[in-house]
């Protein structure tokens, strides 16, 4: 029998290794449009690692529950880690050689670890009791703000580093030669200068993660959860060996994955879109980072807070506020483009994303365990990382069929949606449980 305390050390190392993650992977997403314009030579190249980023966490998030459920939630944070800290690796390459696809793999490298890392609120989340769970969840989910406030600040430190060690692309050849080099032939020329700042301080950051996890993260979390199996919520759970179709048609794991599905696709259609909405009304690159900086802070900032509410007023009540505050964003965002409307919007935006996504993930915690946890988990992950990358492909050509008005509106429908489902399928759970 493991006391709270063995659980609250378990939650700061993972909160720790999470945060400087975090902060490495955000300091090369400041620049990887940067580097992928410059090394593939075109616009439409400056995207496509953010795109391979979300597909790849998409196709690895499924198999990193198989792995965490298999050989232990240790293990499995661990190879996120190691995963990172090779794509890191790779980024680095690539950058020197000037090689655009090995910056596409090195992008694949970072999604398959954001898989992994992000499965750890369902880790926190069970090695603690059922009323203390949310809570936990969104210290764990609050990791978050540190990379976005230090990320972003971690660029020019580790510039400076780069160039210390001479590491900097200028004019001139490549500064590591490399068989790889020549078969994959550069696509783009060197002679413009781009830092490898942020990919050096993510290859430490990286192996960091991976030690704090490795060295410290014991006991097994999966050994400490097993204590906290409730009888009251184990009498509504599957038998383990239930198959994954099996799983999905409980209402309240249907309820769990379309909250985060839904809130995320709202999200993502409305983020990816407003930089630019900003741009043609002629908004400097400042009013922008000041929006993006009040999304995040809506996103993060508050998920200890989160976390308290959805404990204190259930599930399912925060589900509905979530859609409410999601709904109040896509109105008030495009009704002008002064910075009042547009911080208030994209700040709801984040915060309703934010009830969500706790909500729906303490949800998750709550109605499975063991092996079957991790795997409906990890599927879930694959499917909020697939509809998000869809939403992010979907969100210019709404733009470009209606304006942020369209845009706004087809986030408003899918947040009224959330509402209708929430309501669904709590009649259907409460059918299903005995008089």
Known sequence: MYSLRVSH????????????????????????????????????????PTTVVTFAHSIMAYFMGIIMGRYGRRMGLCTAYALGFAGAVLGLIAVLNGIFPLLLISSVGMGMARAGTQMSRFVVGEIFPIDKRAQMIGR?????????????????????????????????????????????????????????????????????????????????PAVVARQYSEPLIEADKPKVGHRLGELLRLPNVQLAILSM??????????????????????????????????????????????????????RVTMMVIAALVLVASTIISPLSTQMPY??????????????GYVAGSSMLADALS????????????????????????????????????????????????????IRTLTLRQLAMKPA
């Not at 590491?167 to 200068?193: C, F, M, Y």
């Not at 002629?282 to 802070?297: E, F, G, K, R, Y």
């Not at 547009?342 to 009830?355: E, P, Q």
């Open 9 to 48: 050390r378990l939650l700061a190392t993972m909160f720790v290794a999470q945060s400087l993650f975090s902060a490495a992977q955000i300091s090369i997403i400041t620049l990887h449009s940067i580097a992928a314009g410059i090394l593939g030579g075109s616009d439409a190249a400056a995207g496509l």
């Open 140 to 220: 764990i989910v609050f990791a978050g703000t540190i990379g976005a406030i230090f990320g972003p600040g971690l660029v020019e430190p580790s510039s400076q580093l780069a160039k210390s060690l001479s590491l900097d692309i200028v004019a001139g050849p490549p500064l590591i030669e490399l068989p790889l080099a020549q078969i994959l032939q550069p696509v783009a020329s060197t002679a413009q200068e781009l830092t490898t700042g942020p990919w050096v301080i993510a290859c430490f950051l990286s192996g960091i993660s991976f030690m704090i996890t490795f060295f410290l993260l014991r006991p097994e």
């Open 261 to 314: 599905v839904i809130c995320q696709t709202v999200m993502s259609i409305l983020m990816t879109i407003t930089p630019w909405h900003m741009h043609l009304a002629d908004h400097s690159n400042t009013m922008v980072s000041l929006v993006i900086a009040a999304h995040v802070l809506g996103m993060f900032g508050l998920s200890p807070l989160t976390g308290y509410l959805i404990d204190r007023y259930g």
């Open 342 to 355: 547009l911080v208030a919007g994209l700040f709801l935006l984040g915060l309703g994303w934010n009830f």
């Open 370 to 421: 063991g092996a079957e946890r991790t795997r409906v988990a990890g599927f879930n992950d694959m499917l909020v990382a697939f509809c998000a990358g869809l939403g992010t492909l979907s969100s210019g050509a709404l733009f470009g069929l209606g304006g942020f008005l369209f845009v706004s509106a087809g986030g408003g429908v899918m947040a009224l949606a959330l509402l209708a489902l």
